[in-house]
């Protein structure tokens, strides 16, 4: 493979040949930042893909094209307007737009479209409407192809609209206390939704939590007069938690039974799974320490517990992110996740039996893109080769592995409903964006080019991105860095240099991709004269439970010490002014940030901390209670990895900046952290965004980032 060296002085030269070709124009943060009015322009071109069958199809504003995988050749399908005279082009059903277009059904030449109003499935070779959703704009709405009916939420209740639009109410007791139909569990264990359909469409597992037991926190909305009370329920760590129990409603009966799990108080169920006949129901269960987990299958027409296939225990955590996927070809093989031998990979169950391992490696499976039923294979994304690298496999159920790309870099796949076919959407430091369509059954795969993004960077000041790696605290492990210079640098200059970090669990900041994956505010920052350093410390993703594991009962302790090597790395270099260092991050970068900055207050001189957790026993019962146990089972943990009592040590010059309704990180973490410094007597700047939740959503970013930004010019840019 192309060795990670080798990118980095390609990438250096390709930015150096752009920088000596006189390019001159200078970014805005209207150009690169996403709520920019000219951000859309500065991305790389793009074309949206969807499946119909094995048939690939573009989907545009004005028309949908069947593209030819063999040769790329494009044919125009039909257009916006042909589908709007099709649909009666009233205001219920007119289609502004084709982008979103889908194709249910591989052997019927139907097309689902529609608008806020109304969803239709038209005959395009027919001409004609011969489905229209009753109930489109509701709440969760969860449409299943098979029997053409819909499940949502209105009013706080659950309905199923059935193909004749006969609605079905499942609940009379819903509220903003019982919660039907809806992600649970704070959106923790990979849950996104809250509505499961069987194959055969005919039954509807769903949620229910009942979170009238758990605190309000207590959000505002200051924009009426008269500022109105909008609370929010918050279960923070070592507090009464909510329950959730899993409900199966059946569409020929019209009748709803519940699983018997037992008591749900205190535990989690996720990742919810239908066995391929439609009448057994699969999920994990998980104590509230999350260090034991189990998977039980359930009787889908009675709610009777059938039996318990696997269990995993940890003196950690064990966190199921992913439901078991049946294979297509036999009814009685499911494939199941696990990093229970330290990464995370994929085993071929038979009845509840493990048969074998399937991938094994110091490499991580990040995802199963589906099945190939002509070979029998899995297809699947991971960085088998390098940590910093996404590529595309298949593996056969005796464990043999084949890569279906060529390029080094990071990808993302599509699959077709067979799995003859996949859409691989690739980056590398030095290609913007690339879509090729595979051939899986070809040997070896057969790749055809539909798009090699130019440069829409082109022609303005580029800046040099570099891409290395230190040893972490421990002496041992790898950990990768980027670094982002002004297009001018000048070795034998100092420059002003800001750490920006994140740190925490579930993301890295380092990949292979285009600029090594760097933010366009690096690269904002490295126009106006500064270095950005980002480093992937341990307790990131993609590097391994042990890798992630190593901060347990102590968020921020070993993510420091790592962060404190990326400063003697820059400490060694002779062009880094390490009396202009700063450091900025959000969310956890936020926690991050304020950890260096007041245990480390002679390092770091200027810090912009986003969003922060300050303690950990105001943060959520999942996420919080995962990594740092309670209060009361970890109490030296959460007295260590407070930054309360740290308010006395900040020197440097602070800004803290937060949305006024974050729901995330509640604003009580900043509050706290002011009353401290107020009583400490150190000086921090604070800043709040009314009506913002933990992002700043559309052009408010551009207004954060600018101040972020002014942050730094005022008092890190110059030597004071």
Not at 326 to 344: C, E, R
Not at 578 to 583: A, C, I, K, N, S
């Amino acid at each position: 493979m192309m060795k990670i060296k080798y990118l980095f002085i390609s990438l250096i030269m390709a930015t150096l040949c752009n920088t000596s070709s006189a390019q001159d124009k200078r970014f805005t943060l209207e150009d690169l930042n996403f709520g920019g009015t000219n951000y859309h322009n500065m991305q790389p071109k793009n074309m949206w893909l969807t499946w119909w069958g094995d048939q690939l199809i573009q989907t545009d504003v004005e028309a949908c094209y069947t593209i030819d995988a063999k040769t790329g050749k494009k044919v125009t399908l039909f257009t916006l307007e042909e589908v709007n005279q099709w649909a009666g082009s009233d205001d219920e059903r007119y289609v502004r737009h084709l982008m979103n277009a889908t194709f249910p059904y591989p052997d019927k030449p139907f097309v689902q479209v529609g608008n806020r109003h109304a969803v239709i499935l038209v005959d395009f070779k027919e001409k004609r409407i011969v489905w229209q959703d009753s109930i489109s704009g509701q709440i969760a709405n969860d449409w299943n192809a098979v029997s053409k009916a819909t499940a949502y939420v209105e009013d706080h209740q659950l309905f199923v609209a059935d193909a004749n639009g006969q609605k079905h109410q499942l609940s009379t007791d819903g509220s903003r206390e019982i919660v039907y139909g809806q992600s649970v569990h704070r959106n923790e264990f990979g849950i996104e939704k809250g509505t499961f359909w069987s194959p055969d469409g005919q039954r509807l597992a769903f949620y229910r939590m009942d979170q009238s037991m758990v605190t309000d926190y207590p959000q505002v909305d200051i924009f009426p007069r008269e500022a109105t009370y909008e609370p929010d329920k918050y279960p923070m760590a070592g507090m009464t938690s909510h329950k959730v129990t899993v409900g199966v409603y059946d569409i020929a009966t019209d009748k709803t039974v519940y699983l018997q799990a037992g008591d749900p108080t205190d535990r989690y169920f996720t990742n919810i799974a239908w066995s391929p006949d439609s009448k057994v129901v699969y999920m994990f269960e998980l104590n509230r320490g999350q260090n034991d987990c189990r998977l039980v299958s359930y009787d889908a027409v009675t709610g009777e517990k059938l039996t318990e296939l696997y269990r995993e225990t940890s003196d950690k955590y064990v966190e199921p992110l992913h439901p078991i996927q049946f294979l297509p070809w036999d009814d009685t093989k499911f494939i199941m996740q696990s990093q229970k031998d330290g990464y995370n990979h994929l085993y071929l169950f038979n009845n509840g039996e493990c048969i074998r391992q399937l991938t094994s490696g110091s490499w991580v499976v990040m995802e199963v893109l589906g099945f190939n039923k002509k070979q029998k294979t899995v297809i699947f994304k991971a960085n088998k080769e390098h940590p910093l690298h996404h590529r595309l496999y298949s593996v056969s159920m005796t464990g043999k592995i084949q890569q279906l790309e060529t390029v080094d870099g990071v990808h993302t796949g599509d699959l077709s409903p067979s799995g003859n076919f996949l859409i691989d959407r690739f980056s590398t430091p030095t290609r913007p964006r690339v879509i090729d369509v595979v051939d899986i059954n070809q040997k070896p795969p057969r790749h055809t080019t539909l798009l090699e993004a130019e440069d829409p960077w082109a022609g303005y000041q580029y800046p040099i991105f570099e891409c290395g790696s230190i040893k972490a605290a421990d002496g041992i492990t790898d950990l990768y860095y980027r670094m982002v210079k002004p297009a001018d640098f000048n070795p034998d200059k100092k420059y002003p240099t800001i750490i920006y970090v994140y740190g925490g669990p579930h993301a890295n900041n380092v990949q292979a991709s285009w600029h090594w994956a760097s933010r366009s505010w690096e690269t904002y920052m490295a126009q106006k004269g500064y270095i950005v350093f980002i480093l992937d410390n341990r307790g990131s993703q993609y590097r391994g439970r042990d890798f992630e594991q190593a901060t347990f009962h102590q968020l921020g302790q070993i993510e420091m010490q790592d962060q404190m090597k990326g400063v003697d790395y820059l400490r060694s270099l002779p062009y880094i002014d390490m009396q202009r260092l700063g450091v900025h991050g959000w969310s956890f970068g936020g926690f991050m940030t304020i950890s260096l900055m007041t245990n480390y207050p002679d390092v770091f001189k200027v810090g912009v901390a986003g969003g922060p957790v300050i303690d950990w026993k105001w943060y959520e019962v999942m996420y919080g209670e995962r990594y740092m146990g309670t209060p009361e089972t970890n109490p030296e943990g959460y007295a260590k990895t407070s930054l309360i009592d740290k308010a006395k040590n900040l020197k440097g010059r602070l800004q803290i900046i937060t949305g006024y309704n974050d729901n995330t990180v509640v604003p009580q973490h900043c509050l706290s952290f002011l009353d401290a410094c107020i009583k400490a007597g150190t000086q921090p700047d604070f800043f709040a965004y009314p009506g913002e939740e933990h992002n700043m959503r559309g052009h408010a970013s551009v207004h954060l980032h600018e101040r972020i930004t002014q942050y730094f010019e005022d008092f890190l840019k110059v030597k004071r």
